[in-house]
């Protein structure tokens, strides 16, 4: 079951806090070792943890929204503000990483000495450590609270411990290397965050955007309907993100047509309590009546199979239905992959083909859904 949603914002926020302090000391740690040693890769160092200061105070705001209740003009609540929390942060690293990007060229042209005393070394030894800490101190509550956002701040601590270290090493053999080498370290470091950012900036984009759900959650739950009797198939499930622990599905369940209207209610609340115990969702289900032993609608269940199969080895298809007194009325929707290259109107016109020249006389009218995992 999602976390609480209380529990995960203060959790949130106390992370926010400690990115903020240890970002805030480790800036002005570096700053002041740039100063002394006029190294532009430190200097780089410093703004990118001023960065991820900032960024903790995004995250800070933006669990604070998201553990809001919902209201009259958010009526699904404000988890989402989490993603957009995530998705400012990991705009500020860009920024970071561009800047930082221009100031290594500068360098790079204009080369600078520089020199590695022994308090220099220990401030950049203790930044690595911090950083390390930190990104396990937020993977583990991201793991816990299942947070996109406290993710991509474990993995920015991560890329910044390697780039400090990257950092160090070089000023270390800065003598060997030469005046130039501060300057493509920088430009490392630069590289280092940019990726960083852009991996953020992708994990809070894709739930915004919306993602399709995992296979094992889909099958978690598609396992857990089907062990509700009279329920004998599932389709179009459609997952609704409205942020961690406010997530909502609808589904089409199918149930054979001979059953009561208060056995089939009965089943569907059941499967509703189930959803929300184990998965955390608000679910809405919709019933498709299933006629079975008839002897034609099988004979058209399996020229619609074959016709789709032809098109879409992959392919399935759900609310079959036959009507009108002759059972010349077919009613279908087929779901076919993204992968095939033709239009939704080219593959009704193809599966229209093949069904009528097996069976003359049936007027096919068919749906067409579209999947990127059948």
């Not at 989402?80 to 100031?103: D, N, P």
């Not at 900036?201 to 062990?227: C, F, H, N, Q, R």
Request: proline share 5%; aromatic share 4%.
């Amino acid at each position: 079951m999602a976390p609480d949603t209380e529990s995960r914002a203060s959790q949130g926020m106390a992370a926010g806090i400690t990115g903020l302090a240890v970002n805030v000391v480790l800036f002005a740690a570096k700053l002041a070792v740039s100063f002394f040693t006029g190294a532009v890769s430190v200097a780089a160092d410093a703004i990118n943890n001023l960065s991820d200061a900032a960024g903790a105070v995004v995250t800070l705001v933006g669990f604070h929204l998201a553990g809001q209740r919902a209201d009259a003009q958010h009526p699904f609540g404000h988890g989402r503000a989490e993603y957009l929390a995530g998705l400012a942060v990991s705009v500020l690293i860009l920024l970071a990483g561009v800047e930082l990007v221009k100031t290594s060229l500068e360098r790079i042209i204009h080369p600078v000495a520089t020199e590695l005393d022994l308090p220099a070394a220990l401030v950049l030894v203790l930044s690595v450590l911090a950083k390390l800490g930190l990104s396990r101190y937020n993977k583990v509550l991201a793991d816990r609270t299942k947070s996109a956002a406290l993710l991509s701040v474990s993995r920015d601590a991560m890329a910044d411990a390697l780039a400090t270290s990257t950092v160090l090493a070089g000023l270390a053999l800065t003598p060997v290397l030469g005046p130039t080498a501060d300057g493509w370290l920088g430009l490392a470091v630069a590289v280092l965050i940019l990726r960083s950012g852009w991996s953020a900036a992708k994990d809070t984009l894709d739930p915004l955007m919306g993602e399709p759900p995992d296979p094992e959650t889909v099958a978690a739950v598609e396992e857990l309907i089907l062990s509700h009797p009279p329920v004998t198939g599932i389709h179009d499930l459609i997952f609704h993100d409205y942020g961690p622990g406010r997530r909502m599905m609808s589904a089409h369940i199918e149930v054979p047509a001979d059953r009561t209207l208060v056995e089939v209610h009965h089943a569907a609340d059941g499967i509703e309590r189930a959803l929300k115990a184990q998965f955390g969702l608000d679910a809405v289900l919709h019933v498709d009546p299933v006629e079975e032993e008839d002897p034609a609608a099988d004979r058209l269940w399996l020229i619609t199979q074959e016709a789709i199969h032809r098109l879409d080895h992959q392919g399935t298809f759900h609310d079959f239905h036959l009507e009108g007194p002759r059972h010349t009325e077919l009613r279908f929707d087929a779901v076919i992959s993204y992968a095939i290259p033709l239009s939704d109107d080219e593959i009704r016109e193809q599966l229209i083909a093949a069904i009528t020249a097996a069976a003359p006389g049936v007027r096919p009218e068919i749906g067409i859904d579209r999947c990127s995992v059948l």
